[in-house]
């Protein structure tokens, strides 16, 4: 997987999550689109989940981390 790249101002919590769900979602060979459908989010959503986090609801997040079988605990570890 490539290297995600983040501006300095997002915090280390906010680059583990997007971090954590850009490599599920690539794993799992799908597109944003397709996360967002199985989420029941847009795909404007997923993109702001993989590169900032730091504004979004909770409930909008832990929607998208649970379409890839991922809990917020486990998305905030190293990956």
């Not at 794993?27 to 397709?34: C, I, N, V």
């Not at 730091?54 to 190293?78: H, V």
Request: charged share 25%; proline share 5%; glycine share 2%.
């Amino acid at each position: 997987m490539p290297v995600r790249e983040f501006s300095s101002s997002v915090p280390l919590w906010a680059k583990r999550i997007a971090s954590a769900i850009y490599v599920e979602r690539r794993r799992a060979g799908l597109t944003q689109a397709a996360l967002a459908s199985r989420a029941g989010v847009r795909q404007a959503t997923v993109s702001q989940a993989e590169n900032d986090p730091r504004s979004m609801r909770l409930d909008t997040l832990e929607k998208i981390l649970a379409s890839l079988d991922l809990t917020l605990a486990s998305a905030r570890r190293p990956h």
